[in-house]
């Protein structure tokens, strides 16, 4: 049965766009466009489907056939769905062996069946997907601990903090080309910028010549370029509760408010003209998801806070999610604007 998700986007503060000297800037009122979501499949209900159970979704990706990959980091395993939703067979194990998984983080289809995933311990895995494919998966250690990646045609971008910038441009054989990018945080504690920035979000855009970035923990996104690491323009999210503080004093005698920061934990591409950033409300990990469209060009965002699923990839109209709560679960939606509706 056809579920219809709206996602509304209006009456929002808006953040104006920052200069090219790498500044966060003001904010402005705006509205953005209305997105509603039409559900296509969902996967990981227990009481629908127990064989279709997941023990803790971290990231997925389609690819050009509409197949979904997710990246299940209770059982290292990818679990691979057709566009209706079909069961394929799983890809990825346990280990620490070329082509294999210990602590994985994040997950890129990279095009000409081969899916990319960044572990913690084992660095960039590069894994087939096809049955023609019968290259072996490989793994390229890196000198740094990663949180997120993208990929820009030949390059590979890893958010992580290293030689004091938390950007790196690395080879798929884990070998650093350049490292870039400011360090964001609270100045009246500098001994935390660094620990705060090691882990955070980044998304490519090589139409643009484009790298957004967004620490996990403090909300201000920021753009370069890809060729050479020149900042282009800075953003503060405004309605997001950077890092250090406190809503509630009494959180732990009324466990109604959150204490301590949002969390960024999507930052990805919508199109090839915006991103999707989303921050969680709190520590825990079925709270409420805040959305921000964001225009890659300019830098204007538009926040909202609402519940929402994780948007974590979107391709010819289709846009990929998952949630936690009771259950982890991912479906598949349709994508419909307030002018138009995508087929996919």
């Not at 503080?245 to 960024?264: I, L, W």
């Amino acid at each position: 049965m056809t579920i219809l998700a709206r996602l509304v986007l209006s009456s929002l503060l808006a953040v104006a766009v920052g200069g090219c000297d790498g500044k966060a800037s003001a904010s402005s009122e705006g509205e953005a466009p209305s997105i509603s979501l039409a559900l296509l499949w969902e996967k990981g209900d227990s009481e629908v489907s127990p064989d279709q159970d997941f023990g803790r979704i971290v990231d997925a990706a389609l690819d050009e056939e509409l197949n979904a990959y997710v990246l299940d980091a209770s059982t290292n395993n990818i679990r691979v769905f057709d566009r209706n939703g079909r069961s394929l067979p799983t890809l990825s194990r346990s280990g620490r062996g070329p082509g294999e998984l210990t602590e994985p983080v994040s997950l890129v289809h990279g095009g000409k069946g081969t899916l990319y995933v960044l572990d913690r311990v084992n660095g960039l895995v590069v894994i087939p997907t096809s049955n023609s494919n019968t290259a072996k998966g490989t793994s390229a250690p890196l000198p740094f601990i990663g949180s997120d990646f993208c990929l820009s045609r030949e390059r590979v971008i890893v958010f992580g903090s290293h030689n004091g910038h938390p950007l790196h441009e690395v080879t798929f054989s884990g070998t650093i080309v350049k490292s870039f990018g400011d360090f964001d945080g609270p100045m009246e504690y500098p001994q935390h910028v660094p620990a705060l920035n090691s882990n955070g979000k980044v998304a490519c855009f090589p139409e643009l010549d484009v790298v957004l970035t967004v620490p996990k923990l403090f909300p201000v996104v920021r753009a370069y370029r890809l060729a050479d690491g020149a900042p282009l323009w800075a953003d503060s999210v405004r309605g997001v509760v950077p890092w250090g503080v406190v809503v509630n004093p009494q959180f732990y005698s009324t466990g109604q408010h959150r204490d301590g920061s949002d969390e960024a934990i999507v930052l990805r591409p919508l199109d090839t003209e915006q991103a999707v950033l989303q921050y969680r409300r709190s520590h825990q990990i079925d709270s409420a998801v805040a959305t921000c469209v964001i225009t890659i060009r300019t830098g204007g965002c538009l926040a909202v806070r609402d519940s929402t699923p994780r948007l974590v990839a979107a391709r010819d109209g289709l846009v990929l999610s998952f949630t936690h709560g009771d259950y982890h679960k991912v479906a598949l939606y349709r994508r419909r604007s307030a002018n138009r509706t995508v087929e996919p």
